[in-house]
């Protein structure tokens, strides 16, 4: 009697509608960690590693698979929709910078299975640039003992692939809430593999708490921000702020207080922007990328460098044409700002560096300046020309840092820029190759860095940033001077007697380096079908 | 037919690179393979030569495009030829003195270890030459501008073992990049200011441009004429480019490659004709080259030498009358061809007399040759009459006509160029018998060569002395059969235009003052040569013969003016580039080198100023966005 009476009472709960076949792509890389997990658990030992790369590829297959289903279907143009009650935008710039981060993903994973480089152990067994046993204090006994029985942490690829996941669904969050949620799930994973170098564990464990702390307290920024916009708007969807910044929305009696307050609203795009800033590696808040680029297992560093950028990048993009294009008069003068802050100081502190994980990392805050150039331009064509630009510049970053992992010495990698003397002379290919990626970061024709520089100073230009471009074509002129100082160095110097060696790597390595090599030339010398298609998938779906 | 026009260029191209690059498997018959490659393009040429004479004037000129060699936007150039009745006049020279000359080296290089190189290094010029005479458009006349210098470059220093002849070529290369400098800023005038290369169009137009612009054009294209047609001032190199093989000096540095200067200017006429500026240099250089080169040909012991001033001197004729105008570039063209025979017959001859004579060069050292070597006397001394003009030889129907005209340009100008061309022919005539009395007249001077062998004067081959007989030929009556009813000039006038000049003397007038002017310096010549003996070391001489000895002091104004300006110009730009730009460079470097190491302190590794630097960032932002909707 009672129970219908509260079932009277109580209004049904409407089952959430949820399109399983737009979201597939990430279910797919959801499935593929959850499958991970569980291969940790039963299957023996020695298949692991076997196990957990075919699981690890397949997922991602299955996504992209799925990715360009949906595209080549039209749910990049005309039958993109929000799915999951609005709360998740499949849409042509979800599919195309989500296709990007599962390609990137897959050449990361082939890097994380390199199993050549390293070393065998006391047993025989060939091992990874992960340490032996995570939670085995390093230097200790019991850490010893891990490594000479040739234990690995398999446990990195469900880890990878739930970041992964989350990085699919942060640049196609719809909502607020999404988004926060998308960008904690790829982030703990990226913590915990920081962590997890074989070589110069304190290094690594260090740049891991760094990453974290800092990390979290961006998060915390932008979870502030979700908040005072909420207080404003009445609403997380970008769509419904949107709407209510514009003036077109009724105000919610309940929150008629604080609805159309100005001020929350714009702190908290503020205190948003920090959290987006901070994922992209924006000065003032690039501090982490150095020491955590520099610390990270090396395949790791590549894999965090390209694929985190594209997520958060594509998050940036979704949530300023989206939700806050009316405010464009509030936001667009301080992200001029941060871009000419974040290209100057970026490719200023990068002339002094001496390792080249850090180079690459400074480099990589200088080229969020020249991305940021790009999204400051607020039309069809900026979107388009940051879309390239991350494509290309991903696989650039990832065969950069493939090629750092191939140069070794007895310590492991020889990061250290000295010893890269003369490399050129002795590994002539290996040289050539990573002279083409730093000409392709440099932005000189013929490479994807100059089609992907040239699309967004094209499109900033187009949208009255003049000034913008000014800066950045002299930053990149700056920048080109310790990109060329590398290749100087590599073939003009004469080698060290005691220089490092160079690796030969399994066809994995190589298999990215080439990959990043195919598409540095080809976005280089033939963009104009791949200009195409990040230019027709440039529409936001409200 | 007109497709056979390509090929005139295409069969000593071939053979050039069958030549160069077919190694020693074509050592033994590389020789006659490029001779034979070299009459087989002059008989293409012959062929369309009667073609041509079979059509109306109107239907002569022919062109034919092969392909588009740059298609860019707005930037069209095509690899087209033009056959009309000017450069089939120079297909006809250049293949057929260049078949002869080839003739010529079988003999003359018959010992020679590099021969195969030789004969691929002379198909690929007149390959060169043939494209530079047959282009339809200024790039592609560029093309093979550029292409005769590499070749006369390569054959100067061909016997580059010699420091001396590694160093004529240089000097030749680098004093002809001046002239091409000229050229390549005359094409790119043309570019700007037409928006094209090719000749109809730019003529077309050219009474469109500005007159300025015309003259800038006309000049350019006058120094890139200096340059290759060793002209004043660019004349230092010809006198050196002797130190190749003297065939080469016959054909690449007497009859076709240095006339390339006249080409440019007839063939630009419809510019110059609307440049008087242009014009005015045109016939100075040409007055100034004539007296200069036939000086420094009076005092040269050097039997090559002395001819190179020569050519010098006949090329200023040329220059002169075609910077005549309408009144004289027909002149030019037919002096050009007679004196390619001529000199050419006078080169080979002097190679001849050089062949048997250990290859000494120095007159001094011959004497009395005429006897021993009767057909080289013989063809030299027709040459001979015919440059110096003898009535009724080819050079002085070509020479007579040029001053004539330049009397008939008018004005005092037209007295003094004339008076200059007449002084000129004194001169020449002098010289040449000079020349001639010094070779084959008098008591024999010869001496033992460096090891200590006698002369033993021969004749030359056949294969020598053939080519020799028929240039001699056409030093006699080729300018004959020109002057026959104007044949030439009907010939030629469509293309390059033609008008009488006024002369203020009549042809007699001017016929018997040439004809007194030369008996006076053959006269003056058998004087100093013919009636004493020629001592074996030269004398002191006066101030001029010494000066004309150092050819007037060309080489010691380049060094003081160029070279020594030159360096002193370096060095200043090196003091202000070091102290200036690069203090600026270094500076912003430097600037941006200490900016980055001290704003790198700012990491210092410590989570918690990295944390501060975020929340005073996320300060600052929030600060700035709310100050931007306050503002």
């Given at each position: 009697?009672?129970?219908?009476?509260?079932?009277?009472?109580?209004?049904?709960?409407?089952?959430?509608?949820?399109?399983?076949?737009?979201?597939?792509?990430?279910?797919?890389?959801?499935?593929?960690?959850?499958?991970?997990?569980?291969?940790?658990?039963?299957?023996?030992?020695?298949?692991?590693?076997?196990?957990?790369?075919?699981?690890?590829?397949?997922?991602?297959?299955?996504?992209?698979?799925?990715?360009?289903?949906?595209?080549?279907?039209?749910?990049?143009?005309?039958?993109?929709?929000?799915?999951?009650?609005?709360?998740?935008?499949?849409?042509?710039?979800?599919?195309?910078?989500?296709?990007?981060?599962?390609?990137?993903?897959?050449?990361?994973?082939?890097?994380?299975?390199?199993?050549?480089?390293?070393?065998?152990?006391?047993?025989?067994?060939?091992?990874?640039?992960?340490?032996?046993?995570?939670?085995?204090?390093?230097?200790?006994?019991?850490?010893?003992?891990?490594?000479?029985?040739?234990?690995?942490?398999?446990?990195?690829?469900?880890?990878?692939?739930?970041?992964?996941?989350?990085?699919?669904?942060?640049?196609?969050?719809?909502?607020?809430?999404?988004?926060?949620?998308?960008?904690?799930?790829?982030?703990?994973?990226?913590?915990?593999?920081?962590?997890?170098?074989?070589?110069?564990?304190?290094?690594?464990?260090?740049?891991?708490?760094?990453?974290?702390?800092?990390?979290?307290?961006?998060?915390?920024?932008?979870?502030?921000?979700?908040?005072?916009?909420?207080?404003?708007?009445?609403?997380?969807?970008?769509?419904?702020?949107?709407?209510?910044?514009?003036?077109?929305?009724?105000?919610?009696?309940?929150?008629?207080?604080?609805?159309?307050?100005?001020?929350?609203?714009?702190?908290?795009?503020?205190?948003?922007?920090?959290?987006?800033?901070?994922?992209?590696?924006?000065?003032?808040?690039?501090?982490?990328?150095?020491?955590?680029?520099?610390?990270?297992?090396?395949?790791?560093?590549?894999?965090?460098?390209?694929?985190?950028?594209?997520?958060?990048?594509?998050?940036?993009?979704?949530?300023?044409?989206?939700?806050?294009?009316?405010?464009?008069?509030?936001?667009?003068?301080?992200?001029?700002?941060?871009?000419?802050?974040?290209?100057?100081?970026?490719?200023?502190?990068?002339?002094?560096?001496?390792?080249?994980?850090?180079?690459?990392?400074?480099?990589?805050?200088?080229?969020?300046?020249?991305?940021?150039?790009?999204?400051?331009?607020?039309?069809?064509?900026?979107?388009?020309?940051?879309?390239?630009?991350?494509?290309?510049?991903?696989?650039?970053?990832?065969?950069?840092?493939?090629?750092?992992?191939?140069?070794?010495?007895?310590?492991?990698?020889?990061?250290?820029?000295?010893?890269?003397?003369?490399?050129?002379?002795?590994?002539?290919?290996?040289?050539?190759?990573?002279?083409?990626?730093?000409?392709?970061?440099?932005?000189?024709?013929?490479?994807?860095?100059?089609?992907?520089?040239?699309?967004?100073?094209?499109?900033?230009?187009?949208?009255?940033?003049?000034?913008?471009?000014?800066?950045?074509?002299?930053?990149?002129?700056?920048?080109?001077?310790?990109?060329?100082?590398?290749?100087?160095?590599?073939?003009?110097?004469?080698?060290?007697?005691?220089?490092?060696?160079?690796?030969?790597?399994?066809?994995?390595?190589?298999?990215?380096?080439?990959?990043?090599?195919?598409?540095?030339?080809?976005?280089?010398?033939?963009?104009?079908?791949?200009?195409?298609?990040?230019?027709?998938?440039?529409?936001?779906?409200? | 037919?007109?497709?056979?026009?390509?090929?005139?260029?295409?069969?000593?191209?071939?053979?050039?690179?069958?030549?160069?690059?077919?190694?020693?498997?074509?050592?033994?018959?590389?020789?006659?393979?490029?001779?034979?490659?070299?009459?087989?393009?002059?008989?293409?040429?012959?062929?369309?030569?009667?073609?041509?004479?079979?059509?109306?004037?109107?239907?002569?000129?022919?062109?034919?495009?092969?392909?588009?060699?740059?298609?860019?936007?707005?930037?069209?150039?095509?690899?087209?030829?033009?056959?009309?009745?000017?450069?089939?006049?120079?297909?006809?020279?250049?293949?057929?003195?260049?078949?002869?000359?080839?003739?010529?080296?079988?003999?003359?290089?018959?010992?020679?270890?590099?021969?195969?190189?030789?004969?691929?290094?002379?198909?690929?010029?007149?390959?060169?030459?043939?494209?530079?005479?047959?282009?339809?458009?200024?790039?592609?006349?560029?093309?093979?501008?550029?292409?005769?210098?590499?070749?006369?470059?390569?054959?100067?220093?061909?016997?580059?073992?010699?420091?001396?002849?590694?160093?004529?070529?240089?000097?030749?290369?680098?004093?002809?990049?001046v002239?091409?400098?000229?050229?390549?800023?005359?094409?790119?005038?043309?570019?700007?200011?037409?928006?094209?290369?090719?000749?109809?169009?730019?003529?077309?137009?050219?009474?469109?441009?500005?007159?300025?612009?015309?003259?800038?054009?006309?000049?350019?294209?006058?120094?890139?004429?200096?340059?290759?047609?060793?002209?004043?001032?660019?004349?230092?190199?010809?006198?050196?480019?002797?130190?190749?093989?003297?065939?080469?000096?016959?054909?690449?540095?007497?009859?076709?490659?240095?006339?390339?200067?006249?080409?440019?200017?007839?063939?630009?006429?419809?510019?110059?004709?609307?440049?008087?500026?242009?014009?005015?240099?045109?016939?100075?250089?040409?007055?100034?080259?004539?007296?200069?080169?036939?000086?420094?040909?009076?005092?040269?012991?050097?039997?090559?030498?002395?001819?190179?001033?020569?050519?010098?001197?006949?090329?200023?004729?040329?220059?002169?009358?075609?910077?005549?105008?309408?009144?004289?570039?027909?002149?030019?063209?037919?002096?050009?061809?007679?004196?390619?025979?001529?000199?050419?017959?006078?080169?080979?001859?002097?190679?001849?007399?050089?062949?048997?004579?250990?290859?000494?060069?120095?007159?001094?050292?011959?004497?009395?040759?005429?006897?021993?070597?009767?057909?080289?006397?013989?063809?030299?001394?027709?040459?001979?009459?015919?440059?110096?003009?003898?009535?009724?030889?080819?050079?002085?129907?070509?020479?007579?006509?040029?001053?004539?005209?330049?009397?008939?340009?008018?004005?005092?100008?037209?007295?003094?160029?004339?008076?200059?061309?007449?002084?000129?022919?004194?001169?020449?005539?002098?010289?040449?018998?000079?020349?001639?009395?010094?070779?084959?007249?008098?008591?024999?001077?010869?001496?033992?060569?460096?090891?200590?062998?006698?002369?033993?004067?021969?004749?030359?081959?056949?294969?020598?002395?053939?080519?020799?007989?028929?240039?001699?030929?056409?030093?006699?009556?080729?300018?004959?059969?020109?002057?026959?009813?104007?044949?030439?000039?009907?010939?030629?006038?469509?293309?390059?235009?033609?008008?009488?000049?006024?002369?203020?003397?009549?042809?007699?007038?001017?016929?018997?003052?040439?004809?007194?002017?030369?008996?006076?310096?053959?006269?003056?010549?058998?004087?100093?040569?013919?009636?004493?003996?020629?001592?074996?070391?030269?004398?002191?001489?006066?101030?001029?013969?010494?000066?004309?000895?150092?050819?007037?002091?060309?080489?010691?104004?380049n060094h003081v003016v160029l070279v020594s300006g030159g360096s002193h110009l370096t060095r200043f730009l090196v003091y202000l580039e070091g102290?200036g730009?690069?203090?600026?460079?270094?500076?912003?470097?430097?600037?941006?080198?200490?900016?980055?190491?001290?704003?790198?302190?700012?990491?210092?590794?410590?989570?918690?100023?990295?944390?501060?630097?975020?929340?005073?960032?996320?300060?600052?932002?929030?600060?700035?966005?709310?100050?931007?909707?306050?503002?």
């Amino acid at each position: 009697m009672t129970g219908m009476t509260l079932a009277a009472a109580i209004p049904p709960i409407p089952a959430p509608h949820i399109e399983y076949l737009q979201l597939s792509p990430m279910l797919a890389v959801f499935g593929a960690a959850l499958v991970g997990v569980l291969a940790e658990a039963f299957v023996p030992r020695r298949h692991r590693y076997t196990a957990q790369i075919g699981i690890a590829l397949a997922g991602l297959a299955a996504s992209f698979g799925l990715i360009l289903y949906l595209a080549v279907d039209g749910y990049a143009t005309n039958k993109a929709d929000l799915a999951a009650m609005g709360a998740v935008a499949v849409d042509g710039p979800s599919l195309f910078l989500q296709g990007v981060i599962t390609l990137v993903a897959v050449v990361a994973v082939l890097q994380f299975a390199e199993r050549r480089l390293e070393p065998r152990s006391s047993t025989g067994a060939s091992v990874d640039a992960f340490a032996p046993e995570a939670a085995a204090v390093p230097g200790s006994d019991a850490e010893r003992r891990a490594a000479t029985s040739g234990h690995a942490t398999t446990e990195v690829y469900p880890l990878t692939m739930f970041a992964v996941g989350g990085m699919l669904l942060f640049p196609a969050a719809s909502d607020l809430l999404t988004m926060f949620v998308a960008l904690e799930v790829f982030s703990l994973p990226l913590y915990l593999i920081c962590a997890l170098a074989r070589r110069r564990r304190l290094l690594s464990q260090e740049a891991a708490v760094k990453y974290f702390l800092l990390g979290a307290f961006s998060s915390a920024f932008f979870l502030f921000g979700l908040a005072l916009v909420y207080g404003y708007a009445g609403s997380v969807q970008l769509s419904r702020i949107a709407d209510v910044v514009e003036g077109r929305a009724t105000i919610t009696p309940a929150l008629a207080q604080t609805t159309g307050n100005d001020v929350l609203l714009l702190i908290g795009l503020a205190m948003l922007g920090v959290g987006l800033l901070f994922k992209v590696g924006a000065v003032p808040f690039h501090m982490w990328t150095p020491d955590v680029y520099q610390g990270a297992p090396t395949p790791v560093t590549g894999f965090m460098a390209s694929a985190t950028k594209v997520a958060a990048f594509g998050a940036m993009l979704r949530l300023l044409y989206v939700a806050f294009p009316g405010l464009s008069w509030d936001w667009r003068p301080v992200l001029w700002g941060v871009a000419i802050l974040t290209m100057v100081a970026g490719a200023i502190i990068a002339v002094t560096q001496t390792d080249v994980k850090r180079l690459l990392a400074y480099s990589s805050v200088a080229h969020a300046g020249f991305i940021l150039t790009g999204v400051i331009a607020l039309d069809r064509s900026g979107l388009g020309a940051v879309m390239f630009y991350l494509a290309a510049y991903s696989f650039v970053t990832l065969g950069a840092f493939a090629v750092v992992t191939l140069v070794r010495d007895a310590d492991g990698e020889a990061t250290h820029l000295s010893r890269w003397a003369g490399l050129g002379r002795r590994s002539p290919l290996l040289a050539a190759v990573f002279a083409l990626f730093l000409l392709a970061f440099a932005g000189i024709p013929l490479t994807s860095g100059f089609t992907g520089k040239f699309a967004v100073f094209q499109a900033a230009s187009g949208s009255g940033g003049t000034a913008l471009v000014i800066v950045g074509v002299l930053s990149s002129a700056v920048a080109a001077f310790f990109y060329i100082r590398v290749i100087v160095l590599m073939f003009f110097s004469d080698p060290r007697a005691d220089g490092p060696t160079v690796a030969v790597p399994s066809p994995l390595t190589g298999a990215a380096i080439g990959l990043g090599a195919v598409v540095t030339v080809v976005l280089g010398v033939a963009p104009e079908y791949f200009l195409h298609l990040a230019n027709q998938a440039s529409l936001f779906v409200r | 037919m007109d497709n056979l026009i390509p090929v005139l260029v295409a069969v000593p191209l071939l053979g050039a690179a069958l030549l160069l690059c077919g190694g020693r498997r074509l050592d033994r018959v590389g020789h006659w393979l490029g001779t034979l490659l070299a009459f087989a393009s002059f008989g293409v040429g012959l062929a369309l030569f009667f073609s041509m004479l079979g059509r109306s004037t109107a239907d002569r000129p022919v062109h034919v495009t092969l392909y588009t060699w740059i298609p860019v936007n707005g930037f069209q150039a095509d690899v087209g030829f033009q056959l009309d009745q000017l450069s089939m006049t120079f297909v006809l020279l250049i293949t057929g003195v260049g078949s002869l000359i080839h003739l010529y080296s079988v003999g003359y290089m018959a010992h020679d270890q590099k021969r195969r190189r030789f004969f691929g290094y002379l198909n690929l010029f007149l390959a060169a030459m043939l494209l530079l005479v047959l282009a339809d458009n200024y790039l592609l006349l560029y093309v093979g501008w550029e292409g005769v210098g590499l070749a006369s470059y390569l054959l100067i220093g061909f016997w580059q073992h010699k420091p001396s002849a590694a160093t004529a070529a240089k000097k030749a290369f680098l004093v002809n990049r001046v002239g091409d400098v000229g050229l390549s800023i005359a094409v790119m005038l043309m570019f700007t200011t037409f928006g094209t290369f090719a000749f109809t169009p730019v003529f077309a137009h050219a009474s469109q441009a500005t007159q300025a612009t015309l003259t800038g054009i006309g000049l350019m294209l006058l120094l890139a004429a200096c340059g290759k047609s060793a002209q004043v001032p660019l004349q230092s190199w010809l006198g050196d480019a002797m130190e190749g093989p003297t065939p080469v000096s016959a054909l690449i540095h007497a009859a076709t490659m240095v006339t390339a200067g006249v080409y440019l200017i007839t063939r630009s006429s419809a510019i110059f004709n609307l440049a008087p500026t242009a014009q005015l240099a045109t016939v100075v250089v040409g007055a100034v080259t004539l007296l200069f080169g036939a000086i420094v040909g009076c005092a040269k012991d050097d039997i090559k030498k002395a001819l190179a001033g020569s050519t010098m001197s006949q090329i200023g004729y040329m220059v002169l009358a075609a910077g005549l105008g309408p009144i004289g570039y027909v002149f030019a063209i037919m002096h050009l061809v007679t004196h390619g025979f001529f000199k050419a017959g006078l080169f080979l001859g002097a190679g001849s007399v050089m062949h048997g004579m250990n290859d000494e060069v120095d007159m001094r050292k011959y004497g009395g040759l005429r006897k021993y070597m009767p057909l080289t006397f013989v063809t030299f001394g027709l040459g001979y009459l015919a440059i110096i003009g003898f009535p009724g030889l080819s050079g002085f129907f070509s020479k007579d006509k040029i001053i004539e005209a330049a009397f008939g340009h008018g004005g005092t100008e037209g007295w003094i160029l004339g008076t200059c061309t007449l002084v000129g022919a004194a001169v020449t005539a002098f010289y040449m018998t000079r020349v001639m009395l010094m070779t084959f007249f008098g008591e024999k001077r010869w001496v033992p060569d460096a090891d200590g062998h006698d002369p033993h004067p021969h004749e030359s081959p056949a294969v020598m002395g053939a080519p020799m007989v028929i240039l001699a030929f056409g030093s006699v009556f080729l300018g004959g059969l020109f002057s026959i009813n104007s044949s030439f000039v009907h010939w030629l006038s469509p293309v390059t235009g033609y008008q009488e000049g006024h002369s203020p003397l009549s042809t007699t007038t001017v016929t018997v003052c040439t004809t007194v002017v030369l008996l006076l310096g053959v006269g003056v010549a058998w004087m100093m040569y013919g009636r004493r003996p020629v001592p074996a070391v030269p004398p002191l001489g006066s101030l001029l013969t010494r000066a004309a000895r150092r050819d007037l002091l060309q080489d010691d104004f380049n060094h003081v003016v160029l070279v020594s300006g030159g360096s002193h110009l370096t060095r200043f730009l090196v003091y202000l580039e070091g102290k200036g730009l690069d203090g600026l460079v270094n500076g912003i470097a430097a600037l941006i080198g200490g900016t980055s190491g001290r704003v790198r302190k700012v990491q210092n590794g410590y989570v918690r100023s990295y944390a501060l630097s975020m929340f005073g960032g996320a300060l600052v932002l929030a600060a700035t966005t709310l100050l931007m909707r306050a503002v």
